[in-house]
Structure formats: structure tokens, C-alpha cells
């Protein structure tokens, strides 16, 4: 019994010296984005991986999660003759909820991985050692360029992912249910609210930040060898995954009550 | 009187996770003279050189170079301190995602804003001293070969003609040849450049070519530094084996608990 009692102690302190060491680690972070010098190499090479490169990935994840929510709302709605409102719930649950988080774990798939991978291939062959002699604070070169790039592009990402999705639900919705394609839309607009999309936007941003943060700090955590960072990146997939979900929630909350 | 060395270290101590890897190392490295240390695997050796730069803060002792204490300085004082020294690295540790040129001239653009057309020119300049084709400075290091990418890395380490010059077994990895190329390429440029030199090294014909001095470190203490040319009359069991290179000895026959602490690394 004292045993278990320990291990559930060792495993709340734990978790709470991991969480300390992740919140410094970003708030460090955080410091060296708004410290000069800018490496702005850098921070357009990672915009352009997370942001340009992501698109296919994201846009092929929303056009078919549009598909088949249109799909399935239908089947549900039609139970009690509500088949209009299928456009509305198609576009707020693709702005709301699917856009941010399908795009955000598909993200967190591509980018956390590579981050993870990356910055941990350099801390054991003693790249980020090298950095350090040669004057370059690893903080500011490779991990505040990473969280300001995914703080930047998920939104942007989310946004192309949002129409897509819509146009998916909206494709399925005239060529497949046989709705009116003026009608499809007015209704897809009808209720729409600016702060529909906006909720998606700031989950989005909190997204990138997560999986950038994760990426970056277990690759920067890395053990040693190739299993080092063979671990380094699936925790960081899993931890960004994890924090999506849970972050998901809470930013809905505090909007809700709003 | 006597001039005051370029570096001392004195009683420098750092244990990680209860492992005392180094355990009061003393040393002292005079103006424009290259010091080797050897070793066996695990004994400190690169735990030392990162203390050296800033790199790993020791748990106590001293650092001095040129008489200025260096341990307790702030980061911005060390990065200052850190541009009056090149190092290189046990596998290169090239960056992986930037051409040659860039790797060369890192420090002189990041840290001096040099422009690209200058710092491409510097890095052709720097890398044909080296007896490297000027058309590898647009090619990336996995293009490499281990012997030139050895090259590349000591042309980033001497390529802003640093005072003091860190070498971590630079011909590891590498034929007797390449290595030898290696061995002359780094004595030429400390000659040049008038630069005071460390390097780890288990390659004794390596140390025989490149060192005025020789220390051994063992168990975390140096066990014995002398000239090179003493070096096999030390008298030190321990330095006679490894020197010749012997199976049987002291240092195959440590005790378990020592060998483990030996192989404790940060």
C-alpha cells in the first residue's frame, strides 16, 4: 500500500517538475521572439514549411470531413425533417470545432513530428552545442522562430481549411443530396457569425503554439542515439495531441460564456 | 618572472547525477602552446573541453584565461568570451540544413553581419586553404565525405582566426592518412593564427605529430602531464598503457564501480 501511495506521489511530482520545465522553457522562448537579433531566415523557412507545405495534408482532411458531416447530418436530420439546416450545421461545426482541430492534429503529425526530429538530431550530434560556440543562443535561432511560425500559420491554415471543408459539405450537399445550390449557400451564410470563425481562428493559434512548443522542447530534451529521438518525437506528437484536445475545450469554454 | 598561461584550471570539479566525473582537474596551458589530453573513453575528457568554453558549468574550482576568471560570468560575457575560441567537434557537428558556406562563415554573419557575397568569398578562401575544392561550398555536409567534412569544420573553427583553438578527437573516424592530412592541416593553422590549442585525442601518432604538451586524464583527475617528448619515460603505469596501447594493465583492471563512474556522461 505505502508503495503504491509512493508511486502515485513520485508520479504527481513528476508531472508537476515536467510541467515547470515546459512553462520556462516557453516563457524563454516567448523572451527571445521579441529579442533582436531576428533570424528572419529562419522564421520564413518554418512559415513556409508549416504554413505552405501543411496545405495539401489540411485541405484534403477538411474536404472530406466536410463530405461526410454533410452526409451525416443529413441522415440525422432527416429522421425529423430538418434536412435545411444541414448547411448551417456544416459550416459551424467545420469553423467551430473541425477545421482547428482536424488541422491542428494533422499539424501536430507533420511539423511537431519534424521539429521533434530535427532539433533532437542536432542536440546529439552536437549541433546545438556548436551554436552555443559560436555565439548563437539556440533558444533565439531554433526554437522562438518554430513557435512564432506555428503561432502564425495554423490560423491562416485553418482559415483555407475552413472553405475547403464548407465546399466539401457543399459539393456533397448539391451533387450528392440534391439540395439547391443558391439555397446551399444562403443557408450556409445565414447563421454564420463572424465570432464562429474567429473561435476557430484563436484555437488554431493556440494550436500552433502547442505543437511548436512540444516539437521544440522534447527535441530539445532529446536522449541520446537514434531511440532518443525516436522518443523525442512521439512525445512530442503525443503530447501535442493530447494538449490540442484539452486546449480545445477549454478555449471553447471561455468563449461560450461569451 | 613567469608569464602568466594562457589557461588554468585549477581543482575544477563536476559530478552529474551523483557520478563525480571530474574530481579536481588542474592544468595549465601556456600562450600558443597545444596541449593534448588523452584518455580512455568516458574519463571526463569532453566533459572538460565543454567546461573550457562555458559550454558545462563545474561544480567548483577555477578557470582562467589569460588570469580572468570565467566561471560566475554572466551568458552575455560568455558569448563574448566564447568568440576568442574555435572548436570543433568529435563528429563534425556541421549544420545539417545550411550549405557549406554558410556553416563556415556562421559566426562572421550572424555575429558581425557580413554580407553574403563577402562571406561566400571568405569561406572559398578558407576552404581551398584547407585543400578543399572552392565548388564544395555549395554543397551540403551529408555530400561529405567524414575527412572533409573534418576539413569544414576546422575551417569554421579557424575561419575568424580565434586566440584559442578546441579540437575533440578531430581525426576520429578517419584513415591514418586523412588523419595525418588532418594533424598537419591543424598544425599549420595554429602556427598562422599564433593560437593556443586543446585537443582530445586517443590517436597516439595524432599526439605525437600535434602536441608540445601531453596530459592524461583518468578518473576524472590528470593523472600525469608532462612534455610529449617525455611522454613514454612518465614512469606512470597507467600512461605506459595507454601509450603502447596494452590489453593488460591498470587501467583493464579498475574496479567495476570505477569503470561505471568513468562512463558517466552528462
Not at chain 1, 518554418?46 to 504554413?51: E, M, T
Not at chain 1, 461526410?68 to 443529413?74: K, N
Request: hydrophobic fraction near 45%; proline fraction near 3%.
Amino acid at each position: 500500500m505505502q508503495g503504491f501511495v509512493q508511486n502515485i506521489g513520485r508520479t504527481a511530482l513528476d508531472f508537476l517538475a515536467t510541467l515547470g520545465r515546459i512553462t520556462l522553457f516557453s516563457l524563454t522562448a516567448i523572451r527571445w521572439i521579441f529579442t533582436p537579433p531576428y533570424y528572419w531566415h529562419q522564421l520564413l523557412r518554418q512559415i513556409l514549411d508549416i504554413g505552405y507545405y501543411s496545405l495539401p495534408v489540411v485541405g484534403l482532411t477538411t474536404l472530406f470531413s466536410g463530405m461526410v458531416l454533410a452526409l451525416q447530418s443529413y441522415t440525422g436530420f432527416a429522421r425529423f425533417s430538418a434536412e435545411d439546416t444541414v448547411a448551417t450545421v456544416v459550416v459551424l461545426s467545420v469553423t467551430r470545432e473541425l477545421g482547428p482541430v482536424l488541422a491542428g492534429l494533422m499539424v501536430a503529425g507533420r511539423i511537431g513530428a519534424s521539429m521533434a526530429a530535427e532539433i533532437g538530431t542536432m542536440r546529439v550530434t552536437d549541433q546545438i552545442d556548436a551554436l552555443d560556440t559560436l555565439s548563437t543562443r539556440p533558444m533565439q535561432y531554433l526554437v522562438a522562430p518554430r513557435l512564432l511560425a506555428g503561432t502564425i500559420c495554423l490560423p491562416f491554415l485553418v482559415l483555407v481549411g475552413d472553405i475547403i471543408g464548407v465546399f466539401g459539405g457543399y459539393l456533397v450537399g448539391v451533387y450528392r443530396l440534391g439540395f439547391n445550390s443558391s439555397n446551399y449557400l444562403a443557408r450556409t451564410l445565414q447563421y454564420l457569425e463572424v465570432s464562429d470563425v474567429t473561435l476557430g481562428l484563436v484555437k488554431a493559434a493556440v494550436f500552433g503554439f502547442l505543437i511548436a512548443l512540444m516539437g521544440c522542447y522534447h527535441g530539445y530534451h532529446s536522449g541520446r542515439g537514434a531511440q532518443g529521438v525516436g522518443q523525442a518525437t512521439t512525445n512530442a506528437v503525443v503530447s501535442a495531441s493530447i494538449l490540442i484536445l484539452i486546449s480545445n475545450y477549454v478555449v471553447t469554454t471561455i468563449f461560450f460564456g461569451g | 618572472m613567469l608569464a602568466t598561461p594562457k589557461i588554468e584550471l585549477l581543482g575544477v570539479q563536476k559530478t552529474f547525477n551523483g557520478h563525480h566525473v571530474l574530481r579536481g582537474v588542474d592544468l595549465s596551458v601556456a600562450s600558443q602552446e597545444s596541449l593534448v589530453i588523452i584518455g580512455t573513453s568516458g574519463g571526463g575528457k569532453s566533459v572538460l573541453m565543454k567546461c573550457l568554453n562555458g559550454l558545462i558549468k563545474p561544480d567548483s574550482g577555477s578557470i582562467k584565461i589569460d588570469g580572468q576568471e570565467i566561471l560566475g560570468k554572466g551568458r552575455a560575457e560568455l558569448e563574448n568570451l566564447r568568440q576568442r575560441f574555435g572548436m570543433t567537434f568529435q563528429f563534425g557537428a556541421l549544420f545539417d540544413s545550411l550549405p557549406i558556406w554558410q556553416n563556415v562563415t556562421f559566426r562572421l554573419r550572424h555575429q558581425r553581419a557580413l554580407g553574403r557575397a563577402a562571406a561566400r568569398d571568405i569561406a572559398a578562401k578558407t576552404i581551398t586553404q584547407l585543400g578543399l575544392l572552392e565548388s564544395v561550398i555549395d554543397q551540403y555536409p551529408a555530400e561529405l565525405s567524414g575527412g572533409m567534412q573534418k576539413r569544414v569544420a576546422l575551417a569554421r573553427a579557424i575561419v575568424d582566426e580565434p586566440e584559442i583553438l578546441l579540437f575533440d578527437e578531430p581525426t576520429s573516424g578517419l584513415d591514418p592518412i586523412t588523419g595525418g592530412v588532418i594533424d598537419r592541416l591543424i598544425v599549420n593553422a595554429r602556427k598562422r593564427l599564433g593560437a593556443t590549442t586543446i585537443t582530445i585525442s586517443h590517436d597516439m601518432a595524432s599526439v605525437r605529430r600535434i602536441a608540445d604538451k601531453v596530459a592524461m586524464i583518468h578518473n576524472g583527475v590528470i593523472l600525469w602531464s608532462g612534455q610529449a617528448k617525455d611522454m613514454d619515460k612518465s614512469g606512470v603505469p597507467e600512461v605506459h598503457q595507454f601509450v603502447h596501447g596494452l590489453v593488460e594493465g591498470p587501467l583493464t583492471n579498475e574496479k567495476p564501480n570505477q569503470a561505471s563512474e568513468n562512463r558517466a556522461r552528462p
